[in-house]
């Protein structure tokens, strides 16, 4: 891009599926300029549930089924495409989370959720609403392999981060940017 551009950011989703199924994870792949670009809000239908990693990737799921809008924003660009969600075969389930971990240490809450299908949804909280603080989460298996690391802004005081998880026990901790480290542990049946 010309060093003199000074418009929004031409971003735009350059990898996602046509359809996938309700509460499976999918990838898309943002870029500018053939360019993979970091940190940006990956929003569907005009919620916010993940930001791209440093390669440009954002892994996510969506549990309803039908038609939907994937929304990429940073620095004023905007970019959408629509996907289709189709319903689980089976039970008619899509899947209820069971709480796997809770905790509230300071002003921060969190709770870890598992679907039926391995999803784990983390979430976070403060009680400063306002609070647009950077927060970290670095999760270990039981062999104290790195199995999950991800990093999220606070938005309205509250943020998510979404991963599979194999069954077994993880430990790990989460890191508000002013804020120490808070240990957690739990179990994946």
């Known amino acids: ?35 993979p670009v970091y940190d940006v809000e990956v929003k569907v239908d005009g919620t ?14 969506i549990n309803t089924a039908g038609k939907h809008k994937v929304t990429i924003e940073k ?7 629509y996907i289709n969600v189709e319903g689980n075969s089976g039970s008619g389930d899509i899947d209820t989370p069971k709480v796997v971990f809770e905790n509230k240490e300071g002003k921060y809450s969190i709770s870890i959720l598992k679907s039926n299908l391995n999803k784990i949804e983390v979430n976070i909280s403060s009680e400063d609403v306002k609070s647009k603080e950077v927060i970290a989460i670095t999760l270990f ?49």
């Not at 929004?8 to 996602?16: C, F, R, S, V």
């Open 75 to 81: 620095d004023g660009g905007s970019y959408s495409e």
């Open 141 to 189: 298996n039981e062999n104290d392999e790195l199995s999950y690391i991800g990093q999220a802004t606070l938005n309205d005081g509250k943020c998510k981060f979404n991963t599979l998880l194999d069954k077994g026990v993880y430990k790990g901790y989460y890191k508000a940017s002013s804020g120490k480290k808070i240990n957690i542990e739990f179990k994946i049946d």
């Open 48 to 61: 916010l549930v993940t930001r791209t990693d440093i390669d440009g990737w954002a892994t996510l799921s």
């Open 1 to 35: 891009m010309d060093p003199s551009y000074h418009g929004n950011i031409p971003i735009k989703i350059i990898d996602i599926p046509e359809s996938v199924k309700a509460g499976e994870n999918f990838r898309i792949k943002v870029e500018c300029t053939y360019y």
